[in-house]
Structure formats: structure tokens, C-alpha cells
């Protein structure tokens, strides 16, 4: 029996991501076939806030040769990821070097496709796990601070998409760190303006076609877990007779919400106030720090 949505509207909840980059992959490998799937995980969150994220689902991914600027195709759903068909469908039919997914736990904004991540722009791909804190007193300012070029593309009501579009604003295109730090930077600005003490919570994902950058911050500095995993090369290592490595790439990496298996040393966590930098030579880690 699917269960029921309802009780989860008109709180700040939370929802579970990942974020693949290396050689061209089968989605389900990750969305769907790991012990701890982004699918298993829409059903059964040990590490989320809410167990359940039944409120949507995204995919977004870059074709194969994808370098920075390719344009990413999108689908999102307002159905369950574990009750909706078209999701396994493509999944297993979805082959990309790099692509992000997302299952959601709606809170105040409605159960709407446009409320889906991943969002889109140009060539760019965001998603967030978090909120921002009483939304609803800092929307219109925020909403405000987009460049008027971008308003228009707003289509949905999530903290979520204003986030994107204030990165974007600040200058997302040509310098992805500065832009992340201004955004929140700004959001931190305006919701103590407003009185509130902890206005930004979550993690975020971005990414260009070639490289992701994957943010950890709060600002109470307890934010939602995020972990990346090792190179492949060293869990073969650690797990030689593990048959399900045959499927990865030398240069596979995930960043997830929570680990996709129980495995020792599979995953690290992603330290608080870090961003995570994924590219072709693997990751590296800046700090994270907001003048606000």
C-alpha cells in the first residue's frame, strides 16, 4: 500500500539527493540497484529527517562526451519514485557520464512538477536538501534580488528555485564558489533583517556539464548529512571479490545525502561548512564561510 502525502504538507522537510560524475554509468545502477538506492532511500531515509520522501522525483542528465556547457535534458514527477513506472523506465535506459537525482519531501510549497529538482538553466543543474528558514518573511525580497533577465524563468514556489536564480544572479556562470557564498551570503543578510536566526540549512548540488561542486553549510552549523565516495580503485582494493564494481569506472564518483551500502570506508562524510569539488582529477575540498 503506497502510503499517504498528506501529513507532510506545510512543514520544512527534508529530501535525499545524489549527484554521479565519470565514465558513462546506467542510472540504475545508483537510483535503483544499490542496497541503499535513491529510490530505496524515497521510502526509508535512516539518516534524513523525515524517513519518507514521497512528494517528487528528478533526473537531469548530460549525454555522453558531456564537457562544460552541454545541455542536460530533465524529467521530473510528482509521484512517488517507488510508485511511478516511468522512473524505472528511465533509468534503466539512461547511460551518462554525468547526472543528478532527486526524491522529495515537500514542505509549505505545493506537490508540483515545476516544484521538482533537479532545476534547470542553460547548461546548468541545481539541486538542494534542505530549507530556508520562514521562507514565506524572506520570498519576496529574495525573489527581488534575481536579475530581471531570470524572473521569467522562475516556475515553481520552492526556496529551492529562488536559491538557484539568486546564484545565478551572482554570478554562477563565472565563478561557481563566489556565487554559492554570495548567495547564502545574501539569504543570511535578509533573514536576519527579518529576525530570523537561522535562515539557511541544507546541502546543495550544481553542476556545468563537466564538474560539481557540492555544498555542506548552516547556518546553526548542523547541516544535512553529506558524503561522497572513495575512488574506485581503492574500494576495489578494499572489496576485491565485490562482482558489483564491474559496473563502475576507473573515474566514478558519487556525492549522496547518505551512503547507497553499509561497506567500511565506501563513503566519507563531507565536513560541515565544505564545499566538495568533483572534476576529472577527482575531488578536492575548499572551506566554506559566510560574511553575513
Same mark, same amino acid.
Not at 525580497?141 to 526556496?159: E, I, N, Q, R
Not at 547556518?219 to 558524503?227: A, D, I, P, Y
Not at 569539488?277 to 564561510?289: A, C, Q, S, V, W
Given at each position: 500500500?503506497?502510503?499517504?502525502?498528506?501529513?507532510?504538507?506545510?512543514?520544512?522537510?527534508?529530501?535525499?539527493?545524489?549527484?554521479?560524475?565519470?565514465?558513462?554509468?546506467?542510472?540504475?545502477?545508483?537510483?535503483?540497484?544499490?542496497?541503499?538506492?535513491?529510490?530505496?532511500?524515497?521510502?526509508?531515509?535512516?539518516?534524513?529527517?523525515?524517513?519518507?520522501?514521497?512528494?517528487?522525483?528528478?533526473?537531469?542528465?548530460?549525454?555522453?562526451?558531456?564537457?562544460?556547457?552541454?545541455?542536460?535534458?530533465?524529467?521530473?514527477?510528482?509521484?512517488?519514485?517507488?510508485?511511478?513506472?516511468?522512473?524505472?523506465?528511465?533509468?534503466?535506459?539512461?547511460?551518462?557520464?554525468?547526472?543528478?537525482?532527486?526524491?522529495?519531501?515537500?514542505?509549505?510549497?505545493?506537490?508540483?512538477?515545476?516544484?521538482?529538482?533537479?532545476?534547470?538553466?542553460?547548461?546548468?543543474?541545481?539541486?538542494?536538501?534542505?530549507?530556508?528558514?520562514?521562507?514565506?518573511?524572506?520570498?519576496? /525580497?529574495?525573489?527581488?534580488?534575481?536579475?530581471? =533577465?531570470?524572473?521569467?524563468?522562475?516556475?515553481?514556489?520552492?526556496?529551492?528555485?529562488?536559491?538557484?536564480?539568486?546564484?545565478?544572479?551572482?554570478?554562477?556562470?563565472?565563478?561557481?564558489?563566489?556565487?554559492?557564498?554570495?548567495?547564502?551570503?545574501?539569504?543570511?543578510?535578509?533573514?536576519?533583517?527579518?529576525?530570523?536566526?537561522?535562515?539557511?540549512?541544507?546541502?546543495?548540488?550544481?553542476? /556545468?556539464?563537466?564538474?560539481?561542486?557540492?555544498?555542506?553549510?548552516?547556518?546553526?552549523?548542523?547541516?544535512?548529512?553529506?558524503?561522497?565516495?572513495?575512488?574506485?580503485?581503492?574500494?576495489?582494493?578494499?572489496?576485491?571479490?565485490?562482482?558489483?564494481? =564491474?559496473?563502475?569506472?576507473?573515474?566514478?564518483?558519487?556525492?549522496?545525502?547518505?551512503?547507497?551500502?553499509?561497506?567500511?570506508?565506501?563513503?566519507?562524510?563531507?565536513?560541515?561548512?565544505?564545499?566538495?569539488?568533483? /572534476?576529472?582529477?577527482?575531488?578536492?575540498?575548499?572551506?566554506?564561510?559566510?560574511?553575513?
Amino acid at each position: 500500500m503506497t502510503p499517504r502525502r498528506g501529513p507532510w504538507r506545510g512543514r520544512a522537510l527534508m529530501c535525499r539527493w545524489l549527484a554521479y560524475s565519470g565514465e558513462p554509468l546506467r542510472a540504475s545502477a545508483v537510483i535503483l540497484d544499490a542496497k541503499h538506492s535513491l529510490v530505496a532511500q524515497s521510502l526509508d531515509s535512516p539518516l534524513g529527517a523525515e524517513t519518507v520522501n514521497g512528494d517528487g522525483f528528478g533526473i537531469g542528465w548530460y549525454p555522453k562526451g558531456a564537457v562544460a556547457g552541454s545541455i542536460p535534458t530533465v524529467f521530473h514527477s510528482v509521484e512517488p519514485a517507488w510508485n511511478d513506472e516511468n522512473v524505472r523506465e528511465l533509468a534503466r535506459s539512461i547511460e551518462s557520464p554525468l547526472f543528478f537525482s532527486h526524491v522529495r519531501a515537500a514542505g509549505g510549497p505545493p506537490i508540483q512538477r515545476t516544484n521538482c529538482h533537479p532545476f534547470r538553466w542553460e547548461n546548468w543543474l541545481f539541486m538542494h536538501n534542505g530549507f530556508l528558514g520562514e521562507f514565506a518573511k524572506v520570498k519576496r /525580497d529574495l525573489t527581488f534580488a534575481v536579475d530581471p =533577465s531570470l524572473y521569467t524563468h522562475l516556475k515553481g514556489t520552492t526556496d529551492s528555485e529562488v536559491m538557484f536564480h539568486l546564484a545565478i544572479t551572482f554570478g554562477l556562470v563565472d565563478d561557481p564558489v563566489k556565487a554559492l557564498t554570495a548567495m547564502v551570503d545574501h539569504i543570511e543578510r535578509v533573514g536576519r533583517e527579518k529576525g530570523i536566526l537561522f535562515p539557511m540549512q541544507g546541502t546543495i548540488a550544481v553542476a /556545468d556539464g563537466a564538474t560539481i561542486w557540492a555544498l555542506r553549510y548552516s547556518s546553526q552549523g548542523r547541516s544535512r548529512t553529506l558524503f561522497h565516495s572513495v575512488d574506485i580503485p581503492t574500494i576495489r582494493e578494499m572489496y576485491p571479490e565485490a562482482e558489483r564494481l =564491474s559496473q563502475f569506472g576507473e573515474h566514478a564518483h558519487v556525492v549522496v545525502s547518505e551512503p547507497l551500502n553499509d561497506l567500511p570506508g565506501v563513503f566519507v562524510e563531507v565536513p560541515e561548512g565544505t564545499i566538495a569539488i568533483l /572534476d576529472k582529477e577527482g575531488y578536492h575540498h575548499e572551506p566554506f564561510r559566510s560574511a553575513a
